[in-house]
């Protein structure tokens, strides 16, 4: 049962797009959602987070956005860049230590 | 350290045989998780340790998975028997408390099962 959804396996996106990372969950219980990058042969690093009290973290070109009602969360980065071109992963936690993954979208920012 | 340092960063081994992964945590870090990324497949949570106390080790495939944490520092995750679906990266984390916003990762230990 896959708690944790990211449906588009890849996106590509046009330099100085913006790309629109996508995330849905099913555990309502959720209240801390992370998003990961991942270049090929390294480990993830972490991008930005959002509590479930709050609907929306900026940070710089990154924005995360948090539906609770639909239980959906998205990643905004604009302006895109060639070297934002990696595997982005959502991630939920119940106010635990258990993040749950989802399975990746692949980003691919055309130059 | 610096980072999260994991070895080997890659292993080769024949179906059968018992692998051993290493994880060197941030130094001071509490807690360290291992998960598991096969191919196409998002991270599957395996074990979390909080000092050298393993609290969940519910995402373990098997009884041929074990894992232990000594000295608040390093861990070793050991799989027996090795079997072709434990082909897979396997990633450390850790972080400064649990349920910390940020878990740093390791560069992972890619294991292939022949």
């Known amino acids: 049962d896959q708690q944790v959804k990211q449906n588009s396996p890849s996106l590509s996106v046009q330099e100085g797009r913006i790309s629109i990372l996508n995330c849905d969950y099913t555990?309502?219980?959720?209240?801390?959602f992370l998003w990961y990058k991942k270049y090929p042969a390294e480990g993830p690093t972490f991008l930005i987070s959002i509590s479930s009290i709050k609907d929306k973290n900026e940070d710089g070109r990154f924005t995360v956005f948090l539906n609770k009602s639909a239980k959906h969360l998205s990643l905004h980065i604009v302006p895109s860049q060639p070297g934002d071109s990696a595997v982005y992963f959502c991630?939920?936690?119940?106010?635990?230590?258990?993040?749950?993954f989802g399975t990746g979208t692949r980003l691919k920012v055309l130059a | 350290g610096a980072g999260v340092s994991q070895s080997p960063s890659n292993k080769v081994t024949e179906k059968g045989k018992d692998v051993e992964l290493r994880c060197d945590p941030i130094s001071g870090h509490t807690a360290l998780y291992w998960y598991r990324q096969r191919l196409g497949q998002g991270l599957e949570f395996l074990i979390y340790f909080q000092g050298n106390s393993a609290p969940d080790k519910s995402g373990l495939p098997s009884d041929r998975f074990s894992a232990e944490r000594t000295g608040e520092s390093v861990s070793t995750l050991t799989i027996q028997r090795t079997q072709q679906e434990d082909s897979a990266v396997y990633l450390c984390?850790?972080?400064?408390?649990?349920?910390?916003?940020?878990?740093?990762f390791g560069a992972g230990s890619r294991l292939t099962v022949l």
């Open positions: 555990n309502s219980m959720f209240d801390y």
């Open positions: 991630a939920a936690s119940e106010g635990t230590y258990k993040y749950i």
């Open positions: 984390a850790s972080s400064f408390t649990p349920g910390a916003n940020v878990l740093t």
